[in-house]
């Protein structure tokens, strides 16, 4: 699985219409959603996956009024119960030895435990599969979502323990098993273990909204600076932990720490803003802010690991009630390496 700086040939993306995962304020996340659209749609295709074709009639209308690039745009009738892509969709793989195929891998989806319904997001991959057949199909079998992984294309991949060893997932399978999975349909050798998650994450603990490679050899970490704040001591030891690991090449990482926003609440329930849920473009890095000051000192950090592509910044003050941000909407599809 290549880095998600390496060159995309698109991005797939699931729209959200589910009002169970934005109670009461679903009509709210729309702008900021869709000027995500329009931002990827600049630089790089984008499938949009909706339930039918009066969703597809609606998606396209609102997408026009604001001026996307529509012929970067292609939408598909693949029906799903949920808007996060980076989880039930499929991910992409590169042939090393051929480089000019690509792959499939279908993971089963559960819905982070079976927190909520999943029965169509759970076939969304292999819908993708039916649009591209040329490309091999792999199932592993196993629950595996896109958020609790991420990879430098170079051999490394970072997880935690919360998530990928929690029973709700696979019970059947031990530590050096699920390692075994990853190294065999990533394609990766070393793996670098995190322990807990943000406070209000429902993925119990998925690392897109904690640590991200931003190069080979840099990870990017959040912290949280209040020590009296429920963050605090679980962002401390995962840095703790990025302190003392090695990469696949033996070497120490370059370690990048980046603050918390301002702790985001909404209808008493606190919200797992983070910065870290960035998403790369092909000439972009997109990623959320929260209306405090915390976002500005984000965009210098990202700019210096970036400074090949513009840092755009998009309201998620509202699209967070969801439990996710942009990251956990979309799914890189690599292009082929000519």
Same mark, same amino acid.
């Given at each position: 699985?290549?880095?998600?700086?390496?060159?995309?040939?698109?991005?797939?993306?699931?729209?959200?219409?589910?009002?169970?995962?934005?109670?009461?304020?679903?009509?709210?996340?729309?702008?900021?959603?869709?000027?995500?659209?329009?931002?990827?749609?600049?630089?790089?295709?984008?499938?949009?996956?909706?339930?039918?074709?009066?969703?597809?009639?609606?998606?396209?209308?609102?997408?026009?009024?604001?001026?996307?690039?529509?012929?970067?745009?292609?939408?598909?009738?693949?029906?799903?119960?949920?808007?996060?892509?980076?989880?039930?969709?499929?991910?992409?793989?590169?042939?090393?030895?051929?480089?000019?195929?690509?792959?499939?891998?279908?993971?089963?989806?559960?819905?982070?435990?079976?927190?909520?319904?999943?029965?169509?997001?759970?076939?969304?991959?292999?819908?993708?599969?039916?649009?591209?057949?040329?490309?091999?199909?792999?199932?592993?079998?196993?629950?595996?979502?896109?958020?609790?992984?991420?990879?430098?294309?170079?051999?490394?991949?970072?997880?935690?323990?919360?998530?990928?060893?929690?029973?709700?997932?696979?019970?059947?399978?031990?530590?050096?098993?699920?390692?075994?999975?990853?190294?065999?349909?990533?394609?990766?050798?070393?793996?670098?273990?995190?322990?807990?998650?943000?406070?209000?994450?429902?993925?119990?603990?998925?690392?897109?909204?904690?640590?991200?490679?931003?190069?080979?050899?840099?990870?990017?970490?959040?912290?949280?600076?209040?020590?009296?704040?429920?963050?605090?001591?679980?962002?401390?030891?995962?840095?703790?932990?990025?302190?003392?690991?090695?990469?696949?090449?033996?070497?120490?990482?370059?370690?990048?720490?980046?603050?918390? *926003?301002?702790?985001?609440?909404?209808?008493?329930?606190?919200? *797992?803003?983070?910065?870290?849920?960035?998403?790369?473009?092909?000439?972009?890095?997109?990623?959320?802010?929260?209306?405090?000051?915390?976002?500005?000192?984000?965009?210098?950090?990202?700019?210096?690991?970036?400074?090949?592509?513009?840092?755009?910044?998009?309201?998620?003050?509202?699209?967070?009630?969801?439990?996710?941000?942009?990251?956990?909407?979309?799914?890189?599809?690599?292009?082929?390496?000519?």
């Amino acid at each position: 699985m290549p880095a998600e700086w390496a060159r995309h040939e698109a991005t797939w993306l699931t729209y959200p219409k589910n009002p169970d995962s934005w109670p009461g304020k679903i009509e709210t996340i729309y702008p900021s959603y869709h000027l995500f659209v329009k931002t990827l749609a600049e630089g790089e295709r984008v499938h949009i996956n909706v339930d039918d074709e009066a969703m597809l009639k609606h998606v396209k209308a609102e997408l026009e009024k604001i001026d996307c690039n529509m012929q970067n745009i292609s939408l598909h009738i693949i029906p799903s119960n949920d808007a996060w892509c980076r989880d039930h969709g499929p991910a992409f793989l590169l042939n090393h030895n051929d480089s000019k195929s690509r792959a499939i891998v279908n993971w089963n989806h559960n819905a982070w435990g079976g927190k909520y319904s999943y029965e169509l997001d759970t076939e969304v991959p292999v819908h993708i599969h039916n649009l591209m057949p040329d490309l091999p199909l792999f199932s592993p079998g196993i629950v595996m979502e896109g958020g609790s992984i991420d990879v430098n294309g170079c051999g490394d991949l970072l997880t935690t323990t919360s998530c990928l060893l929690n029973p709700n997932r696979n019970p059947h399978l031990n530590q050096d098993q699920i390692e075994g999975y990853l190294r065999d349909y990533y394609g990766v050798e070393n793996i670098i273990w995190l322990g807990e998650g943000i406070v209000g994450d429902d993925t119990d603990g998925h690392v897109d909204d904690l640590t991200r490679f931003v190069s080979p050899d840099t990870i990017l970490t959040v912290v949280e600076e209040d020590t009296w704040d429920e963050n605090y001591e679980p962002l401390q030891k995962n840095l703790r932990m990025l302190k003392r690991c090695r990469l696949a090449n033996g070497k120490q990482p370059t370690i990048v720490e980046m603050p918390m *926003p301002d702790v985001v609440f909404y209808d008493n329930q606190r919200l *797992p803003a983070s910065y870290a849920n960035f998403y790369i473009a092909n000439d972009k890095v997109i990623f959320p802010t929260y209306r405090c000051l915390a976002d500005n000192e984000a965009a210098y950090i990202l700019e210096a690991c970036f400074p090949d592509r513009e840092i755009i910044g998009i309201d998620s003050t509202d699209i967070i009630w969801g439990l996710g941000s942009f990251h956990c909407l979309s799914q890189q599809m690599p292009a082929i390496i000519k």
